[in-house]
Each structure stands twice: as structure tokens, then as C-alpha cells.
């Protein structure tokens, strides 16, 4: 619960070799209308490359291209 809560207070996700060894991701929700969750995208490659703090450099570019997805998924 603590992890979810911090996930959803800074708006990205990252992971560290949790679902592949030697794998680092970092991901942020794409919104449709009434900001409910409807995608994500993702980051992810070699720990070595996006380190074991893969958010702290990579969180603001996903950010960014989450909140570009989710308005054009929002126009008509």
C-alpha cells in the first residue's frame, strides 16, 4: 500500500530487476477523459544503462510523453 501510494503521489512507476533480471523500467500512466487510466508507457533496458535509480533521470522525458499520449487521446 505504502508503494502504491507513492507511485500514485509522484504519477511514474520504476522497476528494478523485479520482473527480469538485469532489467530497469520506468513508466507513467496514459489518461483518457475523466483522467481514469486507460494505457502506460514504458522505458525499460539494461540496469547498467538506466541505472538502479532508473526515475531519477528518466521519469521526466516518460512524464512528458504520457501526458502528450493522453491528450491526444482525449481530442475528438
Request: aromatic share 2%; net charge positive; glycine share 10%.
Amino acid at each position: 500500500a505504502t508503494t502504491l501510494a507513492s507511485v500514485r503521489r509522484r504519477g511514474w512507476a520504476q522497476s528494478v530487476g523485479e520482473r527480469e533480471q538485469g532489467v530497469a523500467s520506468v513508466s507513467a500512466p496514459i489518461r483518457g477523459t475523466g483522467a481514469r487510466v486507460i494505457a502506460a508507457i514504458s522505458v525499460s533496458g539494461p540496469i547498467e544503462r538506466l541505472s538502479r535509480s532508473p526515475g531519477r533521470m528518466h521519469a521526466p522525458p516518460v512524464l512528458a510523453a504520457a501526458e502528450k499520449i493522453s491528450e491526444s487521446m482525449r481530442r475528438p
